[in-house]
């Protein structure tokens, strides 16, 4: 598989990436998730801010051609922003899923985010279920 997974984000199982910021972590779809998906025609991201989620709680679901999936929470934590501009392009998610098409901003109640993979396990796991 020739898909690239930044080394410096983390994984989840259920194929999200986050990545630190000065708030919170941002959390978005792996490029692994995005070929799984095909092309995406909606995102509906069912949360707003100010909302605090529990890890594993789905926030939203993305759609694309081929199916409808959940969107899962990586970590507990209260939301304090989101990427409305997939609202009106979920392409975007297509077009570059690390970057443009993130999709919540959270801030975690833990510091610790736990449960999180490093690039090479994620990769490891992509490869099991591949």
């Given at each position: ?63 694309s051609v081929k ?64």
């Amino acid at each position: 598989m020739s898909t690239t997974f930044p080394a410096d984000l983390k994984y989840t199982k259920d194929h999200e990436w986050t990545k630190k910021t000065d708030a919170g972590l941002l959390v978005g779809i792996t490029s692994f998730a995005v070929e799984q998906l095909g092309d995406i025609t909606l995102v509906s991201l069912d949360v707003k801010v100010g909302d605090t989620l529990a890890a594993g709680k789905a926030f939203g679901t993305i759609e694309s051609v081929k199916t409808l999936s959940d969107l899962y929470a990586p970590v507990a934590g209260k939301i304090v922003r989101i990427n409305t501009d997939l609202t009106d392009k979920p392409e975007l998610v297509n077009e570059d899923c690390y970057g443009k098409a993130w999709m919540i901003e959270i801030a975690p109640s833990d510091a610790s985010a736990e449960g999180l993979l490093d690039v090479a396990a994620y990769k490891a796991h992509v490869d099991a279920s591949g």
